[in-house]
C-alpha cells in the first residue's frame, strides 16, 4: 500500500503505456454492456465523484472520466486502454493528465489485503 508521504513519489502514466487493442478487444469496448457502464457511471454519480475498481480509481467528469491511478500491472493497463476506447467511441474522454502509477505488489499466499 502507498503512503500519503510516498504519493508526489509516483511516477505520472505515460500514453505510451497503454497497450494497442486488438479488433477483438477493440469489438468488446464497444459493445452495448460497455457502453451502459459508461452510462451508468455519468448518470448516476456527480462529477468530481471518486471511486476504485480493482487496480483503478477513477472520478467522473461532466464528459467523461479522469483517471486518479492504476496499478502498475498489464492487466489494470489493457483495462484503461479498453475504458478509454469506450469513452471515445461514444465523444467522450477519458482524462489521463493526473494519472499515477501504483507499484504493484505480489500478494503472500495466504494472505488477504
Not at 41 to 68: A, E, H, K, M
Request: some cysteine; proline content about 4%; hydrophobic content about 40%.
Amino acid at each position: 500500500m502507498v503512503r500519503l508521504e510516498e504519493w508526489d513519489k509516483l511516477e505520472k502514466l505515460e500514453i505510451e503505456s497503454l497497450p494497442e487493442l486488438t479488433k477483438d478487444q477493440i469489438e468488446f469496448a464497444r459493445n452495448a454492456k460497455n457502453k451502459e457502464w459508461i452510462y451508468y457511471q455519468l448518470t448516476t454519480f456527480p462529477p468530481g465523484y471518486p471511486w476504485r475498481d480493482g487496480g483503478l480509481c477513477l472520478q467522473v467528469l461532466s464528459d467523461g472520466l479522469s483517471l486518479l491511478s492504476v496499478v502498475e500491472h498489464e492487466y489494470y493497463f489493457g483495462i484503461v486502454a479498453q475504458i478509454r476506447e469506450t469513452l471515445e467511441f461514444q465523444g467522450l474522454r477519458l482524462d489521463l493528465s493526473n494519472a499515477v502509477v501504483i507499484p504493484y505488489e505480489e500478494m503472500e499466499e495466504g494472505t488477504l489485503n
